[in-house]
Every structure is written in structure tokens, then in C-alpha cells.
């Protein structure tokens, strides 16, 4: 008997496109039938951008950081208020542009006397009231060069990838184990399909679907709020597809032996926690402990993020982002070639 006329032998068989694209079709039909997952993917992001818009359009935030340039003036009482976070800055366009971004409340050049506020930002006005009640000097208001940059327009790269990351982890990931602990991969063994025909159907389903619920998020949610875009709507998709793409695979890899769902559950959260809290979506990891900045740059859900926010809000183009895109695709593919290898049927 060969190989191509045996069932339990499909492992070594060529790559048969009728069988992607049953497995692929089937998988796009769940889906689609599942409203609740509609719910999930699309109202909530939805309704979570608008909610922030409305929190943080008049509302100031909890933390304030405060950009010093060159260094800090130690006898000036502004350095000794307490809930003011100081961070030394090396380059002063590169801070002004960090103020730009909300990445800073404040930047404050103690040679010249002079500082740096985002009028849009209500933590900035705070802590330019704080340092005009509170210092030594006179300092002279400095206008921020370029359009500034809303929160909502921050945040939006953030919350776009975070919901891809949900999608596409568990979207794969809970959904093999599933199909695992049901029986549904031990009947798919005993036919001809082979795990390289099933994995790659489910990864292309998962891929064209977290796509179409992110464009018509980012199209929607665009057209209510009006978001900063200064960047090449292609490159942001490229960005995003690469992103998905490596998302998609961190899910394989978690289902590629996994057959309950209580430990999948674990190891998703296991995974999406940290990047949810660690990959500044909410905020800048600027001044944060260097261990910390180390770790986020292991997350691949940073960098989808740094790269989508570089181009929606500095303009950048691929080539700019090119490191980001590096990682994203070493990322994916080494996260299917060993979830590929440890993939097993029951």
C-alpha cells in the first residue's frame, strides 16, 4: 500500500489543494455563524476606541511624566514634588516630538528656561500648572512643531492590535484544542487530509477573517473620529498582515500539543497578559525600568504596534519600519516550523 492510498499514512503525502480548501470553507462557515463571535470582534474594539475618546478627551490621567533637558536641577522645588515622573532626556527634538506623541506630559529645557506642552493632552495642562505654581525660575512656553497629536490617536494602533491578538490567538489556538478534546482531529486523522493541509487552512481562514474585522473597525471607528493617518494606508495593512500573521502562528504553537482547554485557556492568557501590559497599547514605556523595555522588544505585539502607530502618526513608510517587519516574520516563522513539528492529531 503507499503512501497516497493509505488514510493513517497522510503525514508524507503532497500538499493537496482540495483538501485546504474544504477544511478552509468549513472553517470560514463556523465562524460566520457564530454571532457571538461578530460581537466580540468587531462592537467591542468599536465600542472601547469611542470610549476612550470620550475618557481621555477631558479627563486627565493618573501619571504624569515629565521630560528634562539636558538634566535635572536639583535645587529647584518643581523636582521635588511628589506623582512627577523625571525623565532625563539625551535628544531635544527627539523629546518634543516624544511630547508630541503623549509619550511625555511635559518637557522642560532647564538651559534655556523654556518648555514644551501638547495643549490637546489634559495631563500636560496639569503639569504645566504644577511647574508654573512650583519652580524657581521663568520659564517661556514653547510652541510643539508639527499637529498635535490627540490620545484617542495614540491609543487607536494600540487597541487595533490588541484585538488582533485576542482574534488570532485564540481564534486558532482554543479552537484546535477544541476540535483535540472533541474527537473532530482524530476522525480528520483517518482520512487523507494531512496536518500541513489542516494548519495551513487554519491559519489562512483565521488570516483573511482578523483582516476584514480590523479594516472595518479601523475604516469605521475613522470616519466617527476623524484619527491621525499620516502614513500609507498599503504600508499600515502590510504592517497589519505581517502583525496577524505572527499572531496567528504564537496560537499554533500553543494548540500544537495542548489537548485541554482549562490549560489552553491558561497558556493564551499566559501569552496575551504580558503583551497586553507590556507592549505600550495603553502607554509609553518611555522612563520605564530597562528590564521592562527589554522584555516588550520580545513581544511581538510591540512591535505591530510601534510600527502601525509610527505610520498612522509620523508618516513612516515600510523601509522605516523594516526592523518591526524583521521580527514580526522571523517571529511567525519560527513559531510554525516548531508548531508544525510538535502538532499532533489526539
Not at 522645588?77 to 516630538?97: D, K, Y
Not at 495643549?119 to 499637529?147: C, D, F, M, W
Not at 528590564?291 to 513608510?317: F, K, N, Y
Amino acid at each position: 500500500m503507499t503512501i497516497q492510498e493509505s488514510g493513517h499514512k497522510n503525514e508524507g503525502r503532497f500538499f493537496n489543494v482540495r483538501h485546504f480548501l474544504a477544511v478552509w470553507t468549513a472553517r470560514n462557515r463556523e465562524f460566520i455563524r457564530d454571532r457571538s463571535s461578530w460581537v466580540w470582534n468587531i462592537v467591542f474594539p468599536v465600542m472601547l476606541i469611542g470610549g476612550l475618546a470620550v475618557m481621555f478627551g477631558n479627563n486627565d490621567r493618573a501619571v504624569y511624566k515629565i521630560g528634562v533637558y539636558p538634566a535635572m536641577e536639583q535645587s529647584d522645588p518643581f523636582f521635588n514634588v511628589r506623582h512627577l515622573h523625571f525623565v532625563e532626556q539625551e535628544n531635544l527634538q527627539r523629546a518634543i516630538t516624544s511630547v508630541e506623541r503623549h509619550q511625555l506630559d511635559l518637557l522642560l529645557d532647564t538651559e534655556r528656561q523654556r518648555y514644551w506642552i501638547n495643549t490637546t493632552s489634559p495631563s500636560g495642562y496639569i503639569a504645566e500648572k504644577v511647574l508654573l505654581a512650583s519652580t524657581n525660575h521663568t520659564y517661556q512656553a514653547e510652541q510643539v512643531t508639527g499637529r498635535e497629536v490627540r490620545y484617542v490617536d495614540w491609543v487607536v494602533p494600540g487597541v487595533l492590535g490588541l484585538n488582533m491578538m485576542f482574534t488570532c490567538l485564540f481564534g486558532v489556538g482554543y479552537v484546535i484544542v477544541r476540535y483535540r478534546k472533541s474527537g473532530v482531529l482524530k476522525r480528520l486523522k483517518a482520512t487523507p487530509l494531512a496536518a500541513i493541509e489542516f494548519l495551513s487552512a487554519q491559519v489562512c481562514s483565521r488570516l483573511w477573517l482578523v483582516m476584514a474585522v480590523t479594516l472595518c473597525v479601523f475604516f469605521g471607528t475613522h470616519l466617527l473620529l476623524n484619527f491621525t493617518m499620516h502614513g500609507s494606508y498599503f504600508d499600515l495593512i502590510v504592517v497589519l498582515l505581517i502583525g496577524a500573521f505572527a499572531l496567528i502562528n504564537l496560537g499554533l504553537l500553543v494548540a500544537a500539543q495542548t489537548a485541554s482547554e482549562e490549560l489552553a485557556g491558561g497558556l493564551l492568557n499566559l501569552c496575551t497578559w504580558p503583551m497586553m501590559m507590556m507592549s505600550g497599547v495603553w502607554f509609553s514605556l518611555e522612563g520605564a525600568h530597562p528590564m521592562l523595555q527589554v522584555v516588550s522588544r520580545v513581544l511581538p505585539l510591540t512591535h505591530l504596534v510601534e510600527a502601525s502607530r509610527r505610520i498612522m502618526i509620523d508618516g513612516a513608510s515600510l523601509l522605516q519600519v523594516w526592523n518591526n517587519l524583521i521580527f514580526l516574520a522571523l517571529f511567525a516563522v519560527v513559531c510554525m516550523l516548531v508548531g508544525a513539528r510538535l502538532f499532533r492529531w489526539e
